[in-house]
Nanobody
């Protein structure tokens, strides 16, 4: 099971940290991705951290602003979001999988998804 939390309302330029807590399995054995879906838009991959290493990937739209990390002791993955923009407003989901590098943005390669957490960035 994956539990995403940490969403909320923030002004543009602000920060939030999302958490994705796992139960029933070790996060270190899997890659974890954050996806987001804005109203009327398709779900998009935001960031991915590989299970076997600390290698990370980011969508171009968040590169330099978002940081994904993992705390194996807490079995939790985080998404630190800085310099937030109104276009970052979306429901954010975490997902478990073992995608090849080129497929980390593909929703179908993930087998478990957490319930989303809403991030709203006001202008």
């Amino acid at each position: 099971q994956l539990q995403a939390s940490g969403g909320g309302l923030v002004q543009a330029g602000g920060s939030l940290r999302l958490s994705c807590a796992a139960s029933g399995f070790h996060l270190s054995s899997y890659g974890i991705s954050w996806f987001r879906q804005a109203p009327g838009k398709e779900r998009e991959g935001v960031s991915h951290i590989r299970g076997s290493s600390t290698t990370t990937y980011y969508a171009d739209s968040v590169k330099g602003r978002f940081t994904i990390s993992r705390d194996n002791a807490k079995n939790t993955v985080y998404l630190q979001m800085n310099s937030l923009k109104p276009e970052d407003t979306a429901v954010y989901y975490c997902a478990r999988g073992r995608p090849v590098t080129s497929a980390w943005r593909t929703s179908s390669v993930y087998d478990y998804w957490g319930k989303g957490t809403l991030v709203t960035v006001s202008s």
